[in-house]
């Protein structure tokens, strides 16, 4: 597995080996010793899956208290992933990345806590799977929007955005500062 250098500090993106013939192809998406060697040392406690079409853009959302990591990975199709970091006392703090993660480099994103987490469908159609370090509780849901023109997320330019009408609603990462754990 390779390591993939990142701007914002905690972040890992990872390439895992792809082994492939006429037949298809073998690769291990988790492997505990492997991966905390590379800086994912997380007890992973639930795992999700989404399918979603072209254009679907999710985000940008993260858990409160206790907070919640998080391995993702697209399983079918292609995505832009998008991470803002919300760690008030990072050099960082309010800047983001993006990193493309498809079927074919099968990277990984490992998302600390601290962090709010989104991406945009650039597929046809795309599964992502992600590990979480903690159950999901709605009491504890956040997001920040994906259009704060101050955060200044630049998404895909040929997709046309869908979003629910909670990302839709979300409100801008200066409204929300100041009560953020992280």
């Known amino acids: 597995m390779q390591t993939i250098p990142t701007n914002l500090s905690g972040l890992r993106l ?19 010793d492997t991966w905390t060697e590379a800086g994912v040392d997380v007890e992973f406690v639930q795992d999700n899956h989404s399918r979603s079409h072209r254009g679907t853009l999710r985000g940008m959302h993260f858990q409160t208290a206790p907070g919640q990591a ?7 199709g292609a995505i832009v992933d998008v991470v803002v970091d919300l760690r008030r006392t990072s050099p960082t703090f309010g800047q983001w990345e993006a990193f493309e993660l498809n079927d074919e480099t ?25 590990k979480c370090s903690s159950y999901y509780d709605g009491a504890t849901e956040a997001g920040i929007a994906y259009d704060d023109p101050e955060v200044g997320i630049v998404w895909p330019q040929d997709v046309e955005p869908i979003v629910s009408e909670r990302d839709a609603d979300a409100p801008r990462l200066s409204d929300v500062a100041a009560t953020l754990p992280f």
Do not use: I, N
């Open 14 to 32: 990872l390439e895992p080996r792809v082994f492939g013939d006429h037949r298809g192809f073998f690769a291990e998406t988790y492997r505990a």
């Open 70 to 76: 998080k391995l993702v990975r697209c399983a079918r």
């Open 106 to 130: 099968m990277r990984q994103l490992f998302v600390p806590v601290g962090f709010a987490h989104g991406f945009c469908v650039t597929s046809e159609v795309a599964d992502v799977a992600y």
